[in-house]
């Protein structure tokens, strides 16, 4: 029986960031979603760390090559900060909804620059697979806000844009991280793409003059417990699945099967926050497995 170990790491890491969503979400409107982005960083390289110590002996990516630290690293910037940087401007200009369904584009963005930069091809079968799973979050994202603006062309040019780069800034994450990592530890290789983030978030930080922002945040105990929990799930457990993933299967594939957690945050906000779930919803919900199930044959 073929081994299937990418995709259901890929699985599992869209259950992390879905429940990394809900605790990120949470705790970004009482501390602000740069204070959140920031403390989550340093936790989770805590976090590694310890884990990275204990599994292989070392606390830091000391033994990694200079190919691996310069992939990696422009992997964290294009994934960990202009990725999100650009999300979280385009949620602003066009609201969540429209601008996760831009993002959602980033599947397929990965598996044209997977194919240009390693030439890593996928199967027929994992096209329609990939289409599927896009098809069906594309059917849930567009209703969950059936009483909102319907998507027009009219849409704000630059929120439009933002998406748009969010997308390719995490698509091109994945594949550089990939290129990077080769079979180098997946804690490790994490690490040093926290280690972009850091930088990065710290430059922006710093010209933004947002240090009050950050330091007041720690002041707000519940929000640092969901910062915690986002942490764990998010940048820890989920993107070391992730890494984990990439080193088994198709960059696109990868990409696609991740990217399931609007469909998988349905039940979850059902069973939590008593949302009605429309029928329409619960068939994106169906495609988006149906996808899956072609990804893993």
């Known amino acids: 029986m073929q081994s299937h170990i990418g995709e259901i790491a890929a699985v599992l890491t869209a259950v992390c960031f879905t429940i990394n969503a809900i605790a990120y979400e949470s705790a970004g409107k009482s501390v602000g979603s740069l204070s959140v982005s920031y403390i989550r960083l340093f936790i989770a390289f805590l976090l590694l760390s310890i884990s990275a110590f204990f599994s292989r002996g070392l606390a830091l990516p000391t033994d990694a090559t200079g190919h691996t630290w310069f992939w990696l690293l422009a992997s964290g910037t294009l994934g960990f900060v202009l990725g999100d940087i650009f999300l979280f401007a385009s949620l602003v200009e066009l609201g969540s909804r429209i601008a996760l369904l831009i993002m959602s584009a980033a599947p397929p963005i990965t598996a044209i620059a997977s194919f240009l930069i390693m030439g890593e091809r996928i199967s027929p079968l994992g096209l329609v697979g990939m289409a599927l799973t896009m098809a069906g979050i594309s059917l849930v994202i567009l209703s969950r806000n059936p009483e909102g603006n319907k998507v027009s062309l009219n849409r704000p040019v630059k929120g439009i844009i933002y998406a748009s780069l969010g997308a390719v800034g995490q698509a091109l994450g994945l594949v550089f991280g990939k290129f990077g990592m080769g079979t180098y530890n997946p804690f490790a290789a994490t690490q040093i793409r926290l280690v972009a983030a850091f930088v990065g978030y710290s430059i922006i930080i710093t010209v933004g003059k947002k240090w009050t922002e950050i330091k007041d945040a720690f002041k707000q105990k519940k929000a640092i417990r969901q910062i915690v929990i986002g942490s764990v799930f998010g940048p820890f457990i989920g ?39 429309l029928p329409r919803e619960i068939l994106g919900a169906l495609v988006s497995i149906a996808g899956v199930v072609l990804l893993f044959l």
């Open 239 to 277: 993107v070391v699945l992730l890494l984990i993933a990439l080193q088994y299967t198709a960059a696109g594939i990868v990409s696609s099967i991740s990217s399931i957690s609007p469909v998988i945050i349905i039940p979850i906000s059902i069973m939590i926050f008593k949302d009605k779930v």
